[in-house]
Structure formats: C-alpha cells, structure tokens
C-alpha cells in the first residue's frame, strides 16, 4: 500500500505495522577491506532499480525502497510540519522490534530544500522494506498497512537481482551561470565581504549533465560508497550523493555534528599532498572561514545541550579529491523534564540548519546575497538530508557534492558544488574548488564497472 499526502493532517494508514527482525542471511558477501570493514555492496546490493533509499558509510547504514507513506511538505516551517506528520504516523503504528539499535522499528528518509521559498519542499518517506547494518549485527524492517503476521524473510522482500545499469555516455553543460561567468559571482561576494554586507558567503554552482541511457541510482550509489569511504552515501528522492558533512546526529541524549571548511585540492601526489595539507592547516584565509562554521554550529546546538565539546584546533580530512579543515563538534541534550522529550534529530536539523559551512554569516545577509547574486534555486542542494526513528534519533548530513535527478526526464541530472568565500578569496581559485568538488558526482556517472 502506498499513500501519499501533502499536509500532516491529511489521512495516514490506520495502523501502520512495524516489524523488524535479526537477519543472518546477508553479512560477508563482499569482500571486506584490509582494516575489516564490510562491503557496502552488501547492502547496495539490494536494492532495486525504482526509487532506491539509502544512507550508508563504511558499509554500515540503511538502505530501503518501497513506499508506505510519503509526505510533502513546503514553506519556512517544512521541518515542524514533516515532524508532526512523521509523529501521526508512529501515533498509528503497531511496532514489534526484536533488534532494538538505532535504525530498526519505524524509519523515515527524508530531504530538505535549502530556502524557506524554494518549490523543492521537502519530502519524507516510510518505505516499505529497510534493511539495516551496525557494529556486526543486520536486520530487516518491514513496514505496511494492516495485520501483524510472520516474520517475513529476505527473500521475500528483495526481487531478482538486476545489475546496476551504466550511465553510458554523459554530456555535461553549464548550467545557472557559465563557469567563466561564476569568477564574476565569486567576485561580487568578495566585494560584499569587503563592503561589509557579510563576513562569510557560501556560493554555488551547478552543471547539467545528460546521460545516454536512463539514470540508474544504484550504479552511483556504488561508486561513491567505494570511492569515498568515509563519506555518508546517500539517495533520497532522485536526491544522491557522497556528503563529507555530518549535520547532525543524534543519539541517546548525545549529538554530534562534523563541521567542514576550508579547502584544497588534492595532487595525486601522496608527498605533495602532505605538503598541501600542512599548508591548509596554517592557512589563515581557510582557518578564519572554518571557524565562522565551527562558531555558528555550537552557538545553534548551545540551547539544547547541557555541555558542548568544541575543538579547539581543526583535523585535516583527506578525500580523494580535496582536503578539508574537519571539526567534530559533540554535545549531551540537557535532560527532559516532566513530559518534556529531548528535541528531535529533526528539530535539531532544523535549528543548526543553514550553517556558516553551506550558507554564510551573518545567515539573514548571507542568504539575501545569495539569492541576489546566484541566479539559481538550489533545490535541495545543501538542504538537510538522512533519517530519523521512531524514538526522534537519527542522522542528518547536508546534501553537498550531490545531484537531483530530473523527475520528468531520466536522463537529465543537475550536479551541485559550493565554495565558501571570505575576503581574501580568490575567483579563479574558488572556480577550480568547484570543479575539484564536482568530480564525485562525475566519477559516479563513470562508464566503467563501479570500482
């Protein structure tokens, strides 16, 4: 059964029945990597061609399809309004949890346009089917309408395994502005800076690729889990990507949140490399943006944390393209009391949401800079994206590096990628920073097998 509403008043399916139970049929059919950590084909694998969820990193995570329930939601309160719709969903489920981790029970994916006033909404979706993995254990959740009967098996829920389907040739076109062009929004946001409008902008580009045969998220998807581990995998919607950004993640009363700022390219050369990210560490240019993101974190999580975890000094994250200034900013929620409840996964999504990081300070002049100079909706881009459970836990990483499939065309995608710009930004280097970041999506829409 599926159902599909607009408004968390409208009707849900009365009752919802949750079932989730241990699985010992799936784990060690890849071949894990030297340090042990399993192959995230294990659970990519799985899913079918149509509209496949997922939310993976170092083969652990979720993965899903199928749809129960799907809400749209639009307008500056699109994030309370998709709670309280996710709320008169549990309201109506019956739940019987033989795991009990996060991400088993009820589970709903869900993404997040960027601005209050952009057409793209958001979206939340119960599937029907969610296979889960964490710290060794596997289990599947079936979520439906209607009587509790037995427990079902993995092969009653997966079909025939179809291969991923390659992309074929891609053709790749400008899109909002022209690349050249973009130095000249670069600029403008210097400008603003050293005016005085912001100390921070975060400004955007995006490409329009067209690929040969009709777009097979699973192929992506594979693709980026491989080459980019440490990344949080994700597809929500025609919504995909590879998101080096934690959010938020909630769990038992303890949040944290990875930070990213600052940037530069990678080489290839392992010994250059080294050199480049000593240079990002002394780089007082990157250090000044990373701390703008870092400080409009913890001053958005300090309301509901008792204590909060701020490191003093930033990591050097290394991926395979660029190099990032990283900081993982922890808290604990403060206690409830009476019959208060600690604030959502989502709640805190919303209020961390948009950050220094995809956005600027200070946020009201960063957002009005962006939309005076872009020349483009983002869509979802840079918006929240992940899960949350049925207890209000979940994790939530923002849509950087990512793509939106066209909805009414299959072979039509629109690639993201951003640039934090401060006063001693440079146009012509923040242009070659974009292209450095859209290289994920563009090894994803690779022709050769997955690697």
């Not at 955007?204 to 998807?221: C, F, G, K, N, S």
């Not at 100079?373 to 881009?381: H, L, N, S």
């Not at 146009?427 to 994920?440: C, D, G």
């Amino acid at each position: 059964m599926s159902t599909q509403t607009s408004a968390p008043g409208d009707a849900v399916p009365q009752p919802l029945v949750v079932r989730t139970v241990p699985l010992d049929d799936l784990g060690g059919r890849g071949t894990p990597d030297p340090a042990g950590t399993p192959d995230p084909a294990d659970l990519l694998d799985l899913l079918p061609t149509d509209a496949p969820l997922a939310w993976v990193r170092r083969g652990d995570g979720l993965v899903a399809w199928g749809e129960t329930l799907r809400v749209e939601v639009h307008g500056a309160d699109r994030f309370a309004r998709a709670e309280d719709a996710w709320r008169a969903v549990l309201a109506h489920a019956v739940v019987r949890d033989e795991v009990r981790l996060p991400g088993t029970g009820p589970v709903a994916f869900a993404s997040f346009a960027f601005d209050d006033d952009s057409p793209a909404g958001g979206v939340v979706v119960v599937p029907r089917v969610v296979v889960g993995r964490r710290g060794g254990r596997t289990w599947l959740t079936t979520i439906t309408a209607g009587r509790i009967g037995a427990a079902p098996a993995l092969a009653d829920v997966v079909g025939p395994r179809v291969p991923p389907v390659a992309p074929g040739d891609v053709e790749y076109r400008d899109g909002a502005v022209a690349a050249d062009a973009w130095q000249d929004v670069v600029a403008q946001g210097v400008a603003a800076i050293r005016a005085g409008e912001v100390d921070k902008v975060v400004l955007a580009r995006d490409v329009h690729a067209r690929t040969q045969h009709p777009v097979d998220v699973r192929w992506a998807l594979h693709r980026l889990a491989r080459r980019y581990p440490s990344c949080w995998t994700f597809s929500v919607d025609g919504l995909l990507g590879a998101t080096p950004e934690l959010l938020v993640r909630s769990e038992k009363g303890l949040v944290t949140s990875r930070v990213l700022a600052g940037t530069i390219r990678r080489t290839g050369d392992d010994a250059a490399d080294m050199a480049r990210a000593a240079i990002l560490a002394h780089s007082s240019k990157d250090l000044e943006e990373h701390e703008y993101a870092v400080t409009s974190v913890a001053r958005a999580l300090e309301p509901f944390c008792s204590s909060t975890n701020v490191p003093d000094v930033p990591f050097v994250l290394h991926l395979p393209n660029v190099l990032h200034l990283a900081s993982d900013v922890t808290g604990v929620l403060t206690a409830p009391t009476g019959d208060a409840a600690h604030p959502s996964s989502l709640a805190l999504a919303a209020a961390l949401h948009p950050t220094a990081a995809v956005c600027g300070t200070p946020t009201t002049a960063a957002r009005a800079l962006i939309a005076r100079v872009e020349g483009m909706d983002r869509a979802r881009y840079a918006g929240p994206v992940g899960w949350m459970g049925a207890d209000g836990d979940g994790e939530w990483g923002i849509a950087l590096r990512s793509a939106q499939v066209d909805a009414d065309d299959p072979r039509a995608l629109r690639l993201f990628a951003g640039c934090g710009i401060v006063a001693a930004s440079d146009p012509a280097a923040e242009l070659a920073e974009s292209e450095a970041k859209l290289v994920p999506m563009r090894d994803a829409l690779g022709a050769d097998e997955p690697a």
